[in-house]
């Protein structure tokens, strides 16, 4: 089998392998649950670590020649949300995230560019402002520092003529 040929499924493995690496959930079947969804061509199912600090859900079709859609149905009650919650889906293969509400949630997969997502899911998602803040290096300088205070404006502003103005004004 050639890794380096045209069409190679090496850097999907890889990414796979690190992804099931990075992800506790992924570690055992203990907790291992199916979910509904109303095309028999698509599969679901989820896991998750017994805190529930880790969900994963995957989502594959089955079928490699046409693409799939429907609707999936989650037990939200196995992942640890509440039936009306709102929560973010950030799909650990493309990067894409989603908020979802509720149980039932629309997917469409394609065999070309598509075949699978693989979620992991945010439970506590209070805002679609919300962020992945561990991504993010913390602020520098306390709290009321010239890093976080805006300077008053003065006649005597050393920002130059545009300061003040905003962007696109003449």
Known sequence: WNLRAPGSLEELITQINRIRRDNPAL?????????????????????????????????ASVDPHHIQSGWVSLDLSQLGIAQDATFQVHDLLTGERYLWRGPRNYIELNPNTRPAHVFRVR???STEQDLDISRYPPARGPIGS?????????????????????????
Do not use: W
Request: aromatic residues 4%; hydrophobic residues 35%; charged residues 20%.
């Open 27 to 59: 570690h055992s079947n203990d907790r291992l649950e199916f979910h509904a969804a109303d095309n028999p061509q698509i599969l679901a199912f989820s896991k998750t670590t017994e805190s529930l600090d880790n969900l994963i859900l995957v989502v």
């Open 123 to 125: 439970p506590r998602v």
């Open 146 to 170: 010239d890093l976080l205070t805006v300077p008053k404006p003065s006649s005597k502003s050393s920002l130059g003529p545009a300061a003040g103005r905003s962007r696109g004004s003449a």
